[in-house]
């Protein structure tokens, strides 16, 4: 089993459509969490970290569910400079693992 | 804050010769870096760990006498691909942590795309 695990998608969204995604990890002890987002070619750059308790960074929204060993990514009012893959990331040790990315197309 | 740099950006080499890729951190110390390579649409897979003084931790699958890590100091390291092949064309992105816990995020370099033809 994959260390970290996601739906590749594409997950194809009209502009102003709210798209959510998730991911799971398999390691029970893992310590921290982070969504990154990765354009084409390009290296990954972090979005937002993630906690238990959830938060929010303008129209994203993460959640952490230790219980079922996921997290989540929720973007509202999507934009076009939305499009791009999003990578879910795991620290195990000091190590961090990425799954293999979610891929948004936000279209006209 | 956490800017990691990394240089080159592309590089295209024959068969048989060495590469080497350098990563620095612009505005903080890092002891420790690390080094992923990315196929294509596939995830990022850790490579290996430098670490400033010291030897590099290299992660199972991954040859030690073929990607040669050199960290001489607090602000650099370097990853050298030995006798590069066709098949270790990739993207290698090295990347570290600002000030903070080994459980805080990652910072990576802009990358760099080899071809080996």
């Known amino acids: 089993r994959k260390e970290v695990e996601q739906d590749p998608g594409p997950f194809n969204v009209p502009e102003g459509a709210t798209v959510a995604f998730n991911c799971t990890y398999s390691n029970s002890a893992s310590q921290s969490f982070f969504w990154y987002r990765q354009d084409c070619r390009k290296e990954p750059k972090l979005l937002m970290s993630?906690?238990?308790s959830g938060n929010e960074d303008g129209r994203f929204t993460a959640q952490l569910n230790r219980a079922s060993q996921y997290i989540s990514l929720l973007i509202r009012d999507s934009k076009l400079s939305d499009s791009a893959t999003y990578l879910c990331?795991?620290?195990?040790?000091?190590?961090?693992?990425f799954g293999a990315g979610t891929t948004v197309t936000v279209r006209a | 804050g956490a800017v990691v740099s990394q240089h080159p950006s592309w590089v295209i080499c024959k068969s048989g010769t060495s590469v080497k890729i350098e990563c620095r951190s612009l505005d903080f110390q890092a002891t420790t870096m690390f080094w992923y390579r990315q196929f294509p649409k596939q995830s990022l897979m850790l490579m290996a760990t430098?670490?400033?003084?010291?030897?590099?931790?290299?992660e199972q699958g991954v040859e030690k006498d073929k990607f040669l890590i050199n960290h001489a100091s607090l602000t650099l390291s370097t990853l050298t691909v030995t006798s590069a092949h066709p098949e270790d064309s990739s993207f290698y992105i090295c990347?570290?942590?600002?000030?903070?816990?080994?459980?805080?995020?990652?910072?990576f370099g802009n990358g760099t795309r080899l071809t080996v033809t």
């Open positions: 990331a795991v620290t195990n040790d000091y190590k961090l693992s």
């Open positions: 990347s570290a942590r600002g000030t903070g816990s080994d459980y805080s995020p990652l910072h």
């Open positions: 430098s670490n400033e003084g010291s030897k590099a931790t290299y």
């Open positions: 993630v906690y238990s």
